[in-house]
């Protein structure tokens, strides 16, 4: 059940949730912190599956003190390998120290840590790694509708300028390429992920935000301890300058990717009624409720 991970596409939901889990529960979740753990993640994962590695240490076995510093005295050929490494004992101190560095620093009256991160998934197997090293962790993932999301993260992230006249319109179209790219990549991994795992992972759409506090935490597994809160009002809202060049810019550009990311978003879509037990054709989404990130 604890730690509990929030990853997500970004302009998503992941903050509203982040808030919700936080004020209802013993669990702090935490903010992003520019997925700094990802390089820890990836030795963790060469650890594991490393050849040479495997070949040149872990399939030796452990050794003495006798036996490594005679290697050392007289040269041996297992010198230039010569390792005491122990994989187990490595994804256990990874882990503590992982747990170590979001504990530490909870509030007084939160038992347990949690942080959202969506940079986790984009061109890394973190959240894979994460949750081996976690097994009992909540995890979820938030996503909603590529277009209003792509738009979202060009207003939100984008330089300020890129919007400022049609003159603009080659930045504009690399930042779009950049935000769409982001958003396929992401929900490609966890789409791939969830169909090759056993671990639990809540597929969270937009349209389930709309659903009461207590049923989006029931279906992610996680106790009320606290007064649910029912409106949290507007979370991160982006910036809603759009200005018409923009709009039709963007249309055009939309108009090559939309296929397929309606297809990963139905996709994607169908996980999450299966998650919160919904068994029906989706025919609609529902429009964006206040109270998330995911404002345009």
Same mark, same amino acid.
């Given at each position: 059940?604890?730690?509990?991970?929030?990853?997500?596409?970004?302009?998503?939901?992941?903050?509203?949730?982040?808030? +919700?889990?936080?004020?209802?529960?013993?669990? @702090?979740?935490?903010?992003?912190?520019?997925?700094?753990?990802?390089?820890?993640?990836?030795?963790?994962?060469?650890?594991?599956?490393?050849?040479?590695?495997?070949?040149?240490?872990?399939?030796?076995?452990?050794?003495?003190?006798?036996?490594?510093?005679?290697?050392?005295?007289?040269?041996?050929?297992? +010198?230039?390998?010569?390792?005491?490494?122990?994989?187990?004992?490595?994804?256990?101190?990874?882990?503590?120290?992982?747990?170590?560095?979001?504990?530490?620093?909870?509030?007084?009256?939160?038992?347990?840590?949690?942080?959202?991160?969506?940079?986790?998934?984009?061109?890394?197997?973190?959240?894979?790694?994460?949750?081996?090293?976690?097994?009992?962790?909540?995890?979820?993932?938030?996503?909603?509708?590529?277009?209003?999301?792509?738009?979202?993260?060009?207003?939100?992230?984008?330089?300020?300028?890129? +919007?400022?006249?049609?003159?603009?319109?080659?930045?504009?179209?690399?930042?779009?390429?950049?935000?769409?790219?982001? @958003?396929?990549?992401?929900?490609?991994?966890?789409?791939?992920?969830?169909?090759?795992?056993?671990? /639990?992972?809540?597929?969270?759409?937009?349209?389930?935000?709309? /659903?009461?506090?207590?049923?989006?935490?029931?279906?992610?597994?996680?106790?009320?301890?606290?007064?649910?809160?029912?409106?949290?009002?507007?979370?991160?809202?982006?910036?809603?300058?759009?200005?018409?060049?923009?709009?039709?810019?963007?249309?055009?550009?939309?108009?090559?990717?939309?296929?397929?990311?309606?297809? +990963?978003?139905?996709?994607?879509?169908?996980?999450?009624?299966?998650?919160? /037990?919904?068994?029906?054709?989706?025919?609609?989404?529902?429009?964006?409720?206040?109270?998330?990130?995911?404002?345009?």
């Amino acid at each position: 059940m604890w730690p509990v991970f929030i990853f997500g596409t970004g302009r998503c939901g992941s903050t509203h949730i982040q808030r +919700l889990i936080t004020l209802s529960t013993s669990c @702090w979740v935490w903010g992003e912190h520019e997925g700094f753990l990802a390089p820890l993640l990836e030795s963790v994962k060469r650890c594991d599956t490393g050849q040479e590695l495997e070949r040149n240490v872990f399939r030796i076995g452990p050794r003495s003190d006798d036996q490594v510093i005679s290697d050392m005295s007289l040269g041996s050929e297992r +010198l230039s390998w010569l390792n005491r490494f122990d994989r187990t004992e490595f994804q256990t101190g990874v882990a503590s120290l992982i747990d170590r560095t979001f504990r530490s620093p909870l509030p007084q009256g939160w038992a347990e840590w949690g942080f959202k991160e969506i940079r986790y998934g984009c061109g890394n197997d973190a959240p894979a790694t994460l949750l081996n090293l976690f097994p009992e962790a909540t995890a979820v993932f938030t996503f909603r509708q590529p277009r209003p999301t792509i738009e979202s993260m060009i207003r939100a992230w984008g330089r300020p300028s890129i +919007l400022d006249s049609p003159a603009s319109s080659d930045t504009f179209a690399l930042t779009y390429r950049n935000c769409m790219g982001l @958003w396929t990549k992401i929900v490609k991994y966890f789409l791939a992920y969830k169909s090759s795992t056993n671990r /639990k992972i809540v597929f969270l759409s937009d349209d389930k935000l709309v /659903k009461s506090s207590k049923e989006i935490l029931e279906t992610v597994g996680l106790p009320a301890v606290r007064t649910i809160p029912q409106c949290l009002g507007i979370t991160n809202p982006g910036r809603k300058h759009w200005p018409e060049w923009a709009s039709v810019k963007f249309d055009e550009l939309f108009a090559k990717d939309e296929a397929e990311c309606l297809d +990963l978003f139905t996709r994607a879509s169908a996980e999450s009624d299966v998650d919160f /037990k919904i068994h029906r054709r989706r025919e609609a989404h529902a429009a964006i409720p206040l109270g998330s990130d995911r404002q345009p």
